[in-house]
């Protein structure tokens, strides 16, 4: 179970049911700083956990786990001026696609990222196979998905279902909703 906190004064807690498949009883395995869990368990290989550490901006970083106990210690992936993720598994696959906040503002979200693991974070690689080393720390990197036409990016062919390409068909200067009534006839 992991338990989102903000920031080093108050960190988040993983726990771990005592008995295999039972919720009647936890410990608690690790406390450490991270918010926005997204853990992943991957069976036999064990769990990576993605998440974002409020350092000077939002950063992101992973961890993994064998067993759920021992965790390494946080891996930054990217810190360039702030970002939000979203990720899945497939397989034993991690997928994880990102934005970044130019000059750490939240209201100016820009550009798409994506990266994937196949072992628990130990390697990253981009759409195109590619391998990188993380942490990424500039806007240009080569994880930058390349855009298709306005509010649309090509992810790749190697990601199956909605995940191919992802349409964001409302754009707009500020963190203001873009829909008027026309478009939304409910509002």
Known sequence: ??????????????????????????????????????PWWLGEAGCLHLFTQYTRVRELYCSHSSTGRDWTPPRKLAGMVGHYQISRSIGDRVLTAFNAHPD?????????????????GESWHTITGHEITPPLSDFSHPVRTDALAPGEWLI???????????HLPGTTRTWEASLSKRDNPGA
């Open 156 to 166: 790749g062919e190697t990601v199956p279902g909605p995940w191919r390409t992802l």
């Open 1 to 38: 179970m992991f338990v989102s906190r903000r920031s080093r004064q108050r960190p988040g807690f993983v726990y771990r049911s005592r008995e295999p498949y039972d919720h009647t009883a936890f410990e608690q395995v690790i406390e450490v700083e991270f918010t926005y869990p997204q």
């Open 104 to 120: 750490g503002n939240v209201d100016l979200r820009t550009n798409l990222y994506y990266l994937e693991t196949r072992n628990l």
